[in-house]
């Protein structure tokens, strides 16, 4: 039975590193070599360490960009308002197709630019970026009593398939 020792997320009784990659696709290539010859690959864990935090900034947040969003957001929401409105009440007809869109978007307008005036917190963060958590490492683990056997296979191995 195998057990997931507490914080680590690590699931190896007593993993013990096999090799260290600077990126992922090399220690995928390991893991690879090791299946093609039969190993156990359920006792193999591939460990991401030396994590990063990268924000990539992805462009300029401007209340014309924000208004525009909103905007057609709430065109969309206004539309399909409309439509069921215009579905289930068929004496409302053309009227509610047209006032419905319009609310719309005035209603997305006007969150979009409380939004704006929150989130940028008046000009302090006027960008938009993405946050990723990536790994400047990765280890191959494999559990104590099979790393010998995976250390041979690694080592019988031609140099171009690692």
């Known amino acids: 039975m195998t057990m997931q ?3 680590t997320g690590i699931e190896l009784e007593y993993p013990m590193s096999l090799a ?3 990126d ?3 220690a995928q290539k ?10 156990p690959v359920q006792h193999v864990e591939i460990v991401g ?3 990063r935090s990268i924000e990539r900034v992805t462009g300029r947040v ?7 969003a909103g905007a057609l957001s709430g065109l969309w929401l206004g539309v399909f308002i409309g439509i069921a409105f215009a579905v289930i009440d068929h004496k409302s007809g053309s009227g509610v197709l ?3 869109p319009l609310l719309g978007v005035a209603f997305g307008l006007l969150w979009s630019q409380l939004g704006y005036s929150t989130v940028t917190r008046r000009g302090t963060r006027d960008f938009s970026s993405r946050t990723e958590i990536v790994a400047t490492r990765y280890e191959v683990l494999v559990e104590h009593n099979l790393v010998a056997r995976a250390r041979s296979l690694m080592s019988a191995a031609p ?4």
Request: no cysteine; aromatic share 8%; glycine share 2%.
């Open 20 to 22: 260290t990659y600077d």
């Open 5 to 7: 020792r507490e914080g």
């Open 98 to 100: 047209l006032t419905m």
């Open 24 to 26: 992922y696709p090399s």
């Open 49 to 51: 360490t030396d994590l």
């Open 30 to 39: 390991t893991v690879d070599l090791l299946a093609d010859e039969d190993f």
């Open 159 to 162: 140099a171009a398939a690692l």
């Open 62 to 68: 401007t209340r014309r960009k924000v208004a525009i």
